[in-house]
């Protein structure tokens, strides 16, 4: 694929992301709101934009093997970690932006895990068995992912009632 | 919230939400591939960039009530449809990209709808009224959003079965 396609297909995967992340958003706002319908309309127009963020992405050949796609996961958490979240912590730092260096230490503290947990996937994967992991469990409020439901979120405080299990 | 800090938050939200993508496609591919566990990871930890994606989103104020949400989604549809998908179909028509082009296409038909519907759902909540909408269904294939399931799906082709209902 020649450059200036591939530079349009990435800026519209990046757009189609983030439109279907605002309709998820907004989507439980609308239901907090009590519009239900109006929640289950972004939440199906997120899905479409789910299927043309996918195509864009399969059109960019960005999509591997499960081997492959693991990698990709470990290399974007291993940056966010060694580089950007510190960065930008340091922003935010400097500008005293309270609010901010919340937001970015609650993401910072759960890359680190997804990391680790994405390695240990790959190993498993590159003996060809899938990996052995139980329940898993992600707070709703700072994103901190654990493989045991803790009575408190050891990071942002948050009690176990906030915790979604998949 | 100062600029650089803004600038960050923006750019961190940019990358949760192609993050939380990409996880959402991987995870489809590893349940391909029979990696029934690897799928629950990468679906558990497209949660938690979901998470992040939102505070950052949140820190910057940018979620407002649904009146605002819907004028924002309609904004982002109507500037796909108008400028972005047009543009980049004229690279990829001038750089003869076949699959470029048809990944364009099925988003900028998909596009013009949910316009259409954002505009309808904005008018009942600006009435205070939740918006009135059946099934709302959405094409696998190609992300075409209809009101009604087509015997084919005009954009694409693809059969009924391949529509997923909300
Ligand atoms: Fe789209
Ligand atoms: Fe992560
Ligand atoms: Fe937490
Ligand atoms: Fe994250
Ligand atoms: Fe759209
Ligand atoms: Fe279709």
């Known amino acids: 694929m020649r450059e200036m396609t591939k530079k349009s297909l990435s800026e519209a995967f990046a757009g189609e992301s ?11 706002k609308a239901r ?5 319908n109006v929640a289950r309309l ?13 195509n864009h992405l399969e059109a960019l050949e960005l999509v591997g093997e499960t081997k492959e796609n693991l990698q990709t996961a470990i290399n974007g958490e291993t940056f966010e970690v060694d580089e950007m979240y510190p960065a930008y912590n340091a ?4 500008q005293n932006e309270g609010r901010a260096k919340r937001s970015i230490r609650y993401a910072l503290e759960a890359e680190k895990i997804h990391a680790a947990l994405y390695s240990k996937a790959k190993q498993a994967v590159e003996e060809g068995k899938d990996v052995e992991v139980g329940d898993i469990y992600i707070c709703e409020v700072c ?3 654990s493989e045991s439901l803790p009575d408190r979120c050891p ?12």
């Open 18 to 28: 983030q439109a279907h992340m605002r309709y998820l958003i907004f989507a439980q």
């Open 32 to 36: 907090e709101e009590g519009f239900e």
């Open 42 to 54: 972004f939440e199906a127009i997120a899905f479409a934009e789910f299927v043309h963020a996918r």
């Open 91 to 94: 922003i935010a730092e400097l």
């Open 143 to 145: 994103g901190y992912t």
């Open 155 to 166: 990071i942002c405080g948050a009690t176990k009632d906030k915790f979604k299990k998949f």
